[in-house]
T-cell receptor
Framework: DVKVTQSSRYLVKRTGEKVFLECVQD?????MFWYRQDPGLGLRLIYF???????EKGDIPEGYSVSREKKERFSLILESASTNQTSMYLC????????????????FGPGTRLTVT | AQSVTQLGSHVSVSEGALVLLRCNYS??????LFWYVQYPNQGLQLLLK??????LVKGINGFEAEFKKSETSFHLTKPSAHMSDAAEYFC????????????FGSGTRLQVQP
């Protein structure tokens, strides 16, 4: 089974702190994603990466950065946390191809509920 | 641009009743469509997917969905609800053919009454 793990289930940080959220997948997937989930808004894509050291902005990248130094690990960084970044953060991964066809199926971690006070 | 609309943020059914969760999409590329389920305090789990093969797709836990191109719909159904089906359900469509990203709907919370 694909396993995607996230470093913390719950995190409480203060405004202005630098926050690191870590995600690790064990299936050798090329693609990794960070979403935030807010009630009534569904999942919104923050950043994604399709290879080591490669990244692309999603729909809401402002206030966030990412790092992918190893294939299995994708980090989300909040440079200076603000209260409007209080949210559930979900990491996901997907293979580039499955059975020779392009793949879009994503596997999710359990999420990190971040509270910024 | 791709988008997903889920009609009804909350749906309540009785145990044993039909479950119908609605999803409509718009897509400028041939759509690949997904339904995910999220149980409390967990991540998302894939229920089923449509990737241009059979229009009626069967998934896990007795769920199925039918792709209807003319209606741009991909509604999720289950003939008989079980208490364990109570969760939040998300419909998603692939964003484009290159980015490998998905665009998600806002979710529907399913309650199952005894």
């Amino acid at each position: 089974d694909v396993k995607v793990t996230q470093s913390s289930r719950y995190l409480v940080k203060r405004t202005g702190e630098k926050v690191f959220l870590e995600c690790v997948q064990d299936m050798d997937h090329e693609n990794m994603f960070w979403y935030r989930q807010d009630p009534g808004l569904g999942l919104r894509l923050i950043y994604f990466s399709y290879d080591v050291k490669m990244k692309e902005k999603g729909d809401i990248p402002e206030g966030y950065s990412v790092s992918r130094e190893k294939k299995e690990r994708f980090s989300l960084i909040l440079e200076s946390a603000s209260t409007n970044q209080t949210s559930m953060y979900l990491c996901a991964s997907s293979a580039r191809r499955t059975s020779g066809s392009l793949s879009y199926e994503q596997y999710f971690g359990p999420g990190t509920r971040l509270t910024v006070t | 641009a791709q988008s997903v609309t889920q009609l009804g943020s909350h749906v309540s059914v009785s145990e044993g009743a039909l479950v119908l969760l609605r999803c409509n999409y718009s897509s400028s590329v041939p759509p690949y469509l997904f339904w995910y389920v999220q149980y409390p305090n967990q991540g998302l789990q894939l229920l089923l997917k449509y990737t241009s093969a059979a229009t009626l797709v069967k998934g896990i836990n007795g769920f199925e969905a039918e792709f209807k191109k003319s209606e741009t719909s991909f509604h999720l159904t289950k003939p008989s609800a079980h208490m364990s089906d109570a969760a939040e359900y998300f419909c998603a469509v692939r964003t484009d053919t290159g980015r490998r990203a998905l665009t998600f709907g806002s979710g529907t919370r399913l309650q199952v009454q005894p």
